[in-house]
C-alpha cells in the first residue's frame, strides 16, 4: 500500500438482512487527511464509517462482502479481532455520549481497562483534554460528573476520551448535528489543529463543514460512491450533475 | 350560545370531577385494605412483643417462650435464596439481554421463565423436596430450602434484570466499544452498574416473596421444632411463616397459641420490610450520581 494511504476499500458491498446498503465501493482514505463523507439521509455514508471500526458487527443480520485494508490487512479476516481494530480506529458519535462518570474517568476508562496507555494516567487525562480544548474549563472538576457538562463540552470530552487511546484514525460521525453554532465553530477548529497527528473520516450534513474543514470529499447517493476527489474540486467543479445538484441544495 | 357554552363546560367539569374521584377512590381503597392489614396485625400481635419474644425458643408445646429460632431461620433462607437466585438471575439476564442472539430460542426461553412465574409454590417445594432433598441427599436443610426458594425468585430476578439492562442506553455500551473495550468488560464496567439499581428494584419484590413463601420450605427445610439452632447449612431450621402455619392449624391448643401466632405474623412482616428497607438504602446509596 503507498505510504499516503491508510485505508483501502477493495468491492465493499454491505447488507442489513436481505437490503444491500452499500454497493460494490471502492476507495482509499489518505494518512493525516481529513475526508468527509456527505449525501443525503440513507445513503449509506454513516453505514460506511461504522465498516471501517467494526461497530456495525453489534446490529444482527448485517453482512459484509469485499475487503477494508488497514495496515494492509483485511479487517474483517477471520483472524482479526474487531476489539483490536477499535483500539487504533476511535469513534466520536452524533450524540454526545460521556459515561455517567467523573469527567476523570471518562478519560481514564479505556486506557486502564484495555491496558494501552495506561502509564501515567494524570499526564494522560491532562494532555487528552489539552488536545481537546477542554483543558482550561474542567482542569478544577476533573471529579465532577461528566454529565453536568455542557453539549458541546460534552462532545469535546469525548473526543477526548477517544484520544487518549491514541489511536491512528478518528471516526466522526455528525459530531457537530446535536450541537450549537459556537460549540460547532470549536470542534471545527479542534479537527483542523488534530488532522497533523491522525487521519479523521467525518460524515456530515452540513455542507458548509465540509467545505471548510475537509481535504477530501466523498458524495454517497442510495448506497454508491458517486463522487469522490478534492474537496475544492467536488465543492467549485464537481464532474457529475447529481454532486453538483446536491452541494447547490436542489435535492437531498 | 353563551348559556350552552357553560352547561357544556360545567358537564366536562362534572365529568372529571367523577373520573378523579373514581381513581381517588381507587387509590384510597388500596391505602385502606394494606393499612388495614397491617392495623389488625399489630393490634393483635403488638401485644405478644417482648424482648424474650424475639431472643428465646418457644416452650410449653409452643404456648409459650419465643420465636427466635424461627426469626433467625428465616433470615438464613432469605439471605441463602438471594445468595443463590441473584447471582444466577442476573447472570441469565445478561445473557438473555448482551450476549444471545435474538431468535427463536431466546424467546423460547423467555416464554419458559414466564411460565416458571406461574408456577404455584408447592409445586417448587415439591420439586425441591424431589431434587435436592432426596435426589441430591441435601436432606430437609437450609441449603435445600434456600436452593429452593432460589428458584422460586427467579423468573422475577431475571425479568427485573433484564428491564433494567435493556434500559441502559446502547450509546453507552457503544461509547466503551468503540474505545475498543471488550463485550465482557463493557457489560461489567458500564452497563451492569447502571443497570443495578433497576436490577434492585426489581428484586426486592422476589426477596420478599422468599421470606413469606411457605409451601416451598415445607418439605424442603422447615422443622415443626428444633431443640437447637442450626450449626450448618445442611440442618433443618425452624421458619416463620412455617411456624404460623404450623401454630394455626396442628397445634396441640391453637387458641392458647393465637397470640403467639398474631405476634409472630407481626414479626414476619418485620423481617419482610426490614430485607426491603436494606435493598432500597443500597439502591439509593447507587443511584445517588446516576443521571442520563
Not at chain 1, 102 to 108: E, F
Not at chain 1, 123 to 131: A, G, H, M, P, R
Not at chain 1, 165 to 180: Q, R
Not at chain 2, 199 to 227: C, K, V
Request: net charge positive.
Amino acid at each position: 500500500m503507498e505510504t499516503n494511504i491508510i485505508i483501502k476499500l477493495n468491492n465493499v458491498n454491505f447488507y442489513y438482512g436481505q437490503s444491500r446498503a452499500l454497493t460494490d465501493i471502492s476507495m482509499t482514505f489518505g494518512k493525516n487527511k481529513v475526508t468527509a463523507l456527505i449525501g443525503p439521509s440513507g445513503c449509506g455514508k454513516s453505514t460506511l464509517l461504522r465498516l471501517l471500526n467494526r461497530m456495525n458487527d453489534l446490529i444482527d443480520g448485517t453482512r459484509v462482502e469485499g475487503e477494508i485494508l488497514f495496515e494492509d490487512k483485511n479487517i474483517y479476516a477471520p483472524d482479526i479481532d474487531p476489539v483490536e481494530i477499535r483500539r487504533k480506529i476511535g469513534m466520536v458519535f452524533q450524540k454526545p455520549n460521556p459515561f455517567p462518570k467523573t469527567i476523570y474517568n471518562n478519560i481514564a476508562y479505556g486506557p486502564k481497562l484495555t491496558g494501552v496507555n495506561a502509564g501515567d494516567l494524570d499526564t494522560l487525562v491532562e494532555q487528552s483534554l489539552k488536545q481537546s480544548v477542554l483543558w482550561n474549563e474542567v482542569k478544577d472538576i476533573l471529579n465532577k460528573s461528566a454529565m453536568n457538562l455542557s453539549g458541546g463540552q460534552q462532545q469535546r470530552l469525548c473526543i477526548a476520551r477517544a484520544l487518549a487511546m491514541k489511536p491512528d484514525i478518528l471516526l466522526m460521525d455528525e459530531p457537530t448535528s446535536a450541537l450549537d453554532p459556537i460549540s460547532t465553530a470549536k470542534i471545527e477548529d479542534l479537527i483542523e489543529e488534530l488532522k497533523k497527528d491522525y487521519t479523521i473520516i467525518i460524515v456530515t450534513h452540513n455542507m458548509q463543514q465540509a467545505a471548510r474543514i475537509s481535504d477530501e470529499t466523498a458524495f454517497f447517493y442510495i448506497g454508491n460512491l458517486v463522487e469522490y476527489n478534492k474537496t475544492e474540486k467536488i465543492f467549485t467543479k464537481p464532474d457529475v450533475k447529481q454532486t453538483e445538484d446536491y452541494i447547490t441544495g436542489r435535492f437531498g | 350560545m353563551n348559556t350552552f357554552n357553560n352547561n357544556s363546560m360545567k358537564w366536562r367539569y362534572l365529568k372529571q370531577h367523577i373520573f378523579f374521584g373514581l381513581v381517588r377512590a381507587s387509590a384510597l381503597i388500596i391505602t385502606l385494605a394494606l393499612g388495614g392489614i397491617i392495623f389488625y396485625i399489630v393490634y393483635n400481635g403488638i401485644g405478644a412483643i417482648s424482648w424474650d419474644f424475639i431472643t428465646k425458643p418457644p416452650t410449653d408445646s409452643m404456648t409459650k417462650g419465643g420465636i427466635m429460632p424461627a426469626i433467625l431461620g428465616t433470615i438464613y433462607l432469605t439471605v441463602g435464596a438471594i445468595a443463590i437466585g441473584l447471582p444466577l438471575g442476573i447472570a441469565s439476564a445478561i445473557y438473555l439481554t448482551e450476549y444471545a442472539k435474538q431468535g427463536r430460542i431466546v424467546r423460547f426461553i423467555k416464554v419458559g421463565i414466564n411460565c416458571l412465574a406461574g408456577v404455584p409454590s408447592v409445586v417448587f417445594g415439591l420439586f425441591g423436596l424431589g431434587f435436592f432433598v432426596i435426589l441430591m441427599k441435601f436432606g430437609s436443610s437450609i441449603l435445600a430450602g434456600s436452593l429452593t426458594l432460589g428458584f422460586l425468585i427467579l423468573p422475577t430476578i431475571i425479568g427485573a434484570s433484564e428491564e433494567a439492562l435493556k434500559s441502559v442506553p446502547q450509546t453507552f455500551r457503544e461509547a466503551s466499544l468503540s474505545l475498543g473495550v471488550s463485550k465482557w468488560q463493557t457489560t461489567f464496567r458500564i452497563v451492569l452498574p447502571n443497570a443495578l439499581p433497576g436490577i434492585l428494584t426489581g428484586s426486592i419484590l422476589g426477596i420478599g416473596r422468599a421470606a413469606g413463601e411457605t409451601a416451598p420450605i415445607m418439605f424442603t427445610a422447615a422443622a415443626y421444632f428444633t431443640s437447637k439452632l442450626p450449626g450448618s447449612i445442611f440442618d433443618e431450621v425452624m421458619a416463620l411463616p412455617y411456624h404460623i402455619y404450623v401454630l394455626a392449624t396442628a397445634g396441640t391448643n391453637i387458641e392458647a397459641t393465637r397470640p403467639i401466632q398474631f405476634g409472630t405474623v407481626l414479626v414476619l412482616v418485620a423481617v419482610v420490610l426490614g430485607i426491603d428497607l436494606v435493598a432500597i438504602v443500597i439502591r439509593s446509596y447507587m443511584r445517588r450520581n446516576k443521571r442520563w
